[in-house]
Nanobody, 114 residues
Framework: QVQLVESGGGLVQAGGSLRLSCVASGSIGSINAMGWYRQAPGKQRELVAGITSTGNTYYADSVKGRFTISRDNAKNTAYLQMNSLKPEDTALYYC????????WGQGTQVTVSS
């Protein structure tokens, strides 16, 4: 089994920053892609950012230029630096990791007040 534990969510004012972390543990082997999805109330889950094992990244258009994803392969950890946060970024953020199957974290709440 693979376990993902997220941290770093919270309440922040618009324009502020947060840094999410996602640590993978368990029967990992090698991790391919890692990344983050988010889901706001009444909306579908959407891919926010992803990063491959070699460092290639993907960002949703809505977060380009504001969010930065990175990872530390030695620590099996992915990070999401979120700057210039907007109220529309408010959501439950889920980390994922592609091992032999996709594993998911439990989610961490990000709330941005206007």
């Amino acid at each position: 089994q693979v376990q993902l534990v997220e941290s770093g969510g919270g309440l922040v004012q618009a324009g502020g920053s947060l840094r999410l972390s996602c640590v993978a543990s368990g029967s990992i082997g090698s991790i391919n892609a890692m990344g983050w999805y988010r889901q706001a109330p009444g909306k579908q889950r959407e891919l926010v950012a992803g990063i491959t094992s070699t460092g290639n990244t993907y960002y949703a258009d809505s977060v380009k230029g504001r969010f930065t994803i990175s990872r530390d392969n030695a620590k099996n950890t992915a990070y999401l630096q979120m700057n210039s946060l907007k109220p529309e970024d408010t959501a439950l953020y889920y980390c994922y990791a592609d091992v032999w199957k996709r594993a998911w974290g439990q989610g961490t709440q990000v709330t941005v007040s206007s």
